[in-house]
């Protein structure tokens, strides 16, 4: 596993219920600013054997960026449960939901 790959999952594991953050948030955090794609190739590779709360991470726009209504609609009712206020068509207010874990 690469240095990148163990920095994206550790900060995808402690982000805190309730809250979300970015694919370019994430990398920049990981050390790589322009690596918001290998972000969501992380996740989609390794959320089941890591156990993480892929549902905490959207795009720059606070919206849901997953194709196909049956995992949008996990992801919705996964963020609702915990509190965030999604509307139907997947989007957020990123300034009330967004974790910055350096503040």
Same mark, same amino acid.
């Given at each position: ?7 994206? !999952?550790?900060?995808?594991? +402690?982000?805190? *219920? $309730?809250?979300?953050?970015? /694919? %370019?948030?994430?990398? *920049? ?5 322009? +690596? ?5 190739? !992380?996740? @989609?590779?390794?959320? =089941? =054997?890591? #156990? ?6 959207? #795009?720059?726009? %606070?919206? !849901? $960026? &997953?194709? $196909?209504?049956?995992?949008?609609? &996990?992801?919705?009712? @996964?963020?609702? #449960? *915990? ?7 997947? =989007? ?6 967004? /974790? @910055?874990? *350096?503040?």
């Amino acid at each position: 596993m690469t240095p990148f790959t163990r920095q994206v !999952i550790d900060i995808i594991k +402690a982000i805190p *219920e $309730g809250h979300v953050m970015t /694919y %370019g948030q994430i990398a *920049e955090l990981a050390g790589s600013r322009r +690596a918001a794609r290998q972000v969501v190739r !992380i996740l @989609h590779s390794s959320s =089941k =054997k890591y #156990n993480l709360p892929w549902y905490r991470v959207v #795009n720059a726009k %606070g919206e !849901i $960026g &997953l194709q $196909g209504d049956e995992a949008r609609f &996990l992801q919705i009712m @996964h963020l609702q #449960n *915990e509190g965030v206020a999604v509307d139907d068509e997947g =989007k957020m207010d990123l300034t009330r939901w967004q /974790y @910055h874990p *350096e503040e």
